[in-house]
């Protein structure tokens, strides 16, 4: 139900309506459901504010986030038909993430073009099917329409908290909607079909980024519990699939796959752990209040039988994961995500548990402090949408950059941005982040090969500019040896990127010897993705350029 009415649970209690008790009941009870509406309108409102900013940044033609343009580059490759999981190169280093958000991105890069706007667009739909899932678990959950808008409204305006990352090149909302999809199906598809599909949902969760899997244990320990029957058929489809994915990677690209999802990600971890402050600071310094709703809704649900684990299991699962996310080196605010939409979830449940709690004639003062306590809540984390937004002039330092990398008549290397797009065409490459990752915990003789490929083409002069945002301690001896800055990458104010590590190209960076400048590409060099290709014939990014003038 929307905001209720407690009128008839009054009545039946015998409440007397003309005494000054019954008054203020009365009044209490009108007050609960006007700060229940204004709760839901708040809601409506953080959901609007996040679909505006969504569809506003949806085209922008530079990293809104600066591993965005690598991820695009790893759409590139499927498309040219190359591994992505393969030997550490300059031209081309994966991520550590699994390959699921890369081939549905492909997918919709097929039909619109390469570039930002298809991998957008999965995220963009994927955070509409995340919001769904989350106001519908708990609606179902509680019979209550009311309760499913506190949970919406609570995560939505958590984007800006998260990083404002939802809407972003990057693999979060698929992974999540995945992920919530086999948790609604575990919770109201109990069935052996039910649980299987569910089992499938999950592995694809986990394909898509690995931190699907600390969540999913969990709810096997669910499944266990309640029914151990089906809950190997949940564990046989969640494994099978994810087994059989794994294998198929493994024995295609040499053991590579391995390599950068498990055993990398873990090597980092190992050498360079960051124990964030996560609880005090990630979560009770900027949810004080959800997270005592959400306590306080663990605490009302008196388990009475295997079921009422469910809820428990959910949100633990959720903040583990969103904390071992979080001790990873150079992990940014979308590690909280899950954290996030599992508080958002009790949160939910916690407006309808705690005034069931109350007796008949206590309701409404319980509902309508649960109710203010949200709006407390919800404006503490209000935002400044306009700051999310790239603006026009944004666009046009973007459109200066490109064209400034076009001239360079030669190969260009952005270590911070692997995907630019300029009048001749794209320029991709390997990103630095993911070229540290190989050199600080790849194993010695993969690092040792990779210093030295990056030595070989700064010392010898491989490309014809190179345009840095900052200069890193890998870089320098062989950068000095064989390039000298020129000058600054734009003349006006820098495009930065809009969230997680600010950043933007400062300087530009030209061999020092002559006739590197005037070498000419070799065919494998003309070949690849990061030299920019003539124009003059229609190409995939060509008409992902085209979509994007119109959307804008």
């Known amino acids: ?102 081939l549905a991105s492909a997918l919709v890069a097929k039909m619109v073009g390469i570039g930002f706007l298809p991998l957008r667009l999965v995220s963009l739909v994927s955070s509409i099917v995340v919001f769904r899932l989350v106001y519908r678990l708990v609606e179902r959950d509680t019979g209550s329409r009311y309760s499913g808008a506190v949970a919406l409204g609570m995560f939505a305006a958590t984007y800006r908290l998260s990083g404002a990352w939802l809407d972003l090149a990057r693999n979060d909302s698929l992974f999540l909607a995945l992920l919530l999809a086999g948790v609604y199906l575990l919770r109201f598809r109990e069935s052996r079909a039910g649980w299987a599909a569910a089992g499938a949902l999950l592995a694809l969760s986990v394909l898509t980024k690995q931190t699907a899997a600390f969540i999913s244990v969990p709810l096997f320990l669910y499944a266990a519990i309640v029914d151990w029957r089906r809950g190997v058929l949940l564990v046989l489809a969640f494994g099978g699939l994810l087994t059989g994915v794994i294998a198929s990677y493994h024995l295609r690209d040499h053991g590579w796959f391995l390599y950068y999802v498990v055993w990398l990600p873990h090597q980092i971890q190992m050498t360079a752990a960051d124990p964030a402050p996560f609880w005090s600071r990630d979560i009770l310094a900027p949810l004080p209040i959800a997270s005592a709703l959400s ?14 684990a469910f809820w428990p299991l959910v949100g633990l699962g959720c903040l583990v994961a969103a904390w071992i996310s979080r001790l990873h080196v150079g992990a940014s605010e979308n590690v909280l995500i899950p954290a996030h939409v599992g508080l958002a979830l009790l949160t939910g449940l916690a407006s309808r548990r705690l005034p069931d709690l109350a007796t008949a004639g206590w309701r409404p003062l319980v509902g309508l402090a649960v109710a203010v306590m949200c709006i407390v809540q919800l404006a503490v984390l209000r935002y400044p949408v306009r700051a999310q937004i790239p603006t026009g002039h944004d666009r046009a330092l973007a459109h200066e950059l490109g064209v400034k990398i076009a001239e360079a008549g030669g190969e260009v290397f952005v270590p911070f941005h692997a995907f630019v797009p300029t009048p001749a065409g794209p320029v991709m490459h390997a990103h630095a982040w993911a070229l540290f990752d190989v050199l600080r915990a790849g194993g010695s003789a993969r690092s040792a090969r990779l210093q030295g490929q990056i030595d070989h083409a700064l010392n010898h002069g491989k490309y014809r500019m190179i345009v840095f945002d900052r200069v890193d301690k890998w870089m320098e001896p062989a950068l000095s040896g064989g390039y000298r800055r020129e000058g600054h990458a734009l003349r006006n104010n820098e495009v930065r990127t809009r969230t997680s590590y600010i950043t933007s190209p400062r300087w530009i960076f030209v061999p020092k010897s002559p006739r590197a400048v005037r070498r000419p590409a070799t065919r494998a060099e003309r070949a690849r993705p990061g030299r920019a290709r003539p124009a003059s014939r229609p190409t995939p990014y060509n008409r992902a350029e085209q979509i994007a003038r119109e959307i804008r």
């Open 1 to 102: 139900m929307w905001p209720a009415s407690w009128s008839s649970e009054r009545k039946q209690a015998g409440a007397p309506a003309a005494t000054a008790r019954g008054l203020l009941l009365i009044l209490t009870e009108r007050g609960a459901a006007i700060f229940q509406w204004i709760v839901c309108l708040a809601a409506a409102a953080f959901v609007g504010t996040y679909l505006f900013i969504a569809v506003h940044r949806l085209a922008y033609p530079f990293d809104l986030e600066w591993l965005e343009g690598a991820m695009v580059s790893h759409v590139w490759q499927l498309l040219a038909g190359k591994p992505i999981y393969s030997t550490p190169t300059l031209d081309f280093t994966p991520f550590l993430y699994p390959p699921l958000f890369y």
């Open 295 to 308: 306590l306080a809704a663990l605490l009302a649900a008196r388990p009475r039988r295997a079921r009422d």
